[in-house]
């Protein structure tokens, strides 16, 4: 397993984290605890997980009973800000200290140590969201903080403000970011690089679509994401991605290579990408993932999947 340093902050982190939004759900606490299990025996340090997975909280839970002694040994990365019911929802001061107290509850641990807005809180100026977030570090229950989803402009204006106020910054940024996912590269990825911010990239596999299990024409797999959620079956299945993945497969194949370690390795590539955050439900998932990164593209390949990508 390779290490990274989490942007420009003293956190270290393994290039393959685990997203721990399927525990509690789509995984039971029997399942979730042979995925942590493997993950821990695969070297895998970083554990994300947020309030609101696993039914509000059923994550969160499902980790803090598990974990025990191994708690020490691994970055424990969760998050705060969607919707928990009404009224506990958003980036105030008043949830901030009341969503905290919950998560390191159901955690069963004294620290967090990496705390993340979800999502932006338009109601909320961000100077009170990092006041609260500065506390929490001054406490000693989180020991950095980072944000999920938040636009350039946002992940900028949060970057000044805590120049400006001398408050705790923002070292991660955690967004949807894959070969056919591309949106961050516009603004999002230039700004992280220029204020020395780490990228957790989530759905490196688009859901599925770059595991290579889909096939265009063919009867989509029983049991899996794209196949149950129409929703993600629009976003993701679109004649544009069909035609990337064909031919980014096809490349692969002449490179003795699956589309799957091609996903994993391009981001792995990119100097901003400290962990790759990805979902799992079987151990065999979490041995794939860790095998993928050891793909070292060349500069040539790298050029080659940009021509794909661009045309």
């Known amino acids: 397993m390779e290490y990274r340093q989490l942007g420009n902050s003293g956190l270290t982190v393994s290039l393959v984290g685990i997203g721990c939004n ?3 759900g789509r995984a039971d606490a029997t399942q979730s605890q042979i995925v942590i299990k493997k993950a821990l025996d695969l070297g895998i340090t970083l554990f994300d997980t947020a309030d609101v997975y696993g039914g509000k909280g059923g994550s969160e839970t499902i980790l803090g009973d598990y974990l025990g002694e191994n708690r020490q040994n691994i970055v424990l990365a ?16 008043r949830y901030i200290m009341k969503a905290v107290h919950s998560s390191l509850k159901r955690l069963k641990t004294d620290y967090i140590d990496l705390y993340q807005l979800h999502k932006p809180d338009p109601k909320t100026p961000i100077a009170e969201t990092l006041r609260a977030m500065n506390d929490l570090v001054k406490a000693g229950a989180v020991r950095y903080i980072g ?9 900028v204006e949060a970057v000044y403000t805590a ?27 230039p700004a992280m690089k220029a204020y020395g911010l780490g ?19 063919a009867p989509m797999p029983e049991g899996a ?10 976003e993701y299945l679109t004649d544009k991605n069909w035609a990337i993945v064909e031919k980014l497969t096809a490349f ?21 990408t400290s962990s790759i955050i990805a979902g799992a439900t079987k ?6 993932n860790v095998a993928a990164v050891s793909w070292q593209l060349t500069s040539s390949e790298l050029a080659e999947v940009q021509k794909i990508l661009d045309a």
């Open 22 to 24: 399927n525990f509690g």
């Open 78 to 93: 969760t998050k705060f800000g969607w919707d928990m019911s009404e009224t506990d929802k958003g980036a105030s001061r």
């Open 147 to 155: 944000c999920s989803n938040l636009k350039s402009w946002q992940v």
């Open 163 to 189: 120049k400006e106020l001398g408050l705790e910054g923002f070292i991660s940024c955690q967004d949807e970011y894959s070969l056919v996912q591309r949106n961050a590269e516009s603004e999002l990825l």
């Open 199 to 217: 990228l957790l990239p989530y759905f490196p596999l688009a859901s599925g679509l770059l595991s290579g299990k889909y096939k265009q024409g």
């Open 225 to 234: 994401r794209l196949t149950k959620s129409q929703g993600l079956a629009n």
């Open 252 to 272: 692969c194949a002449a490179h003795n290579h699956t589309i799957l370690e091609l996903a994993f390795s391009w981001l792995a590539a990119n100097p901003v």
């Open 283 to 288: 151990p065999e998932q979490i041995e794939q």
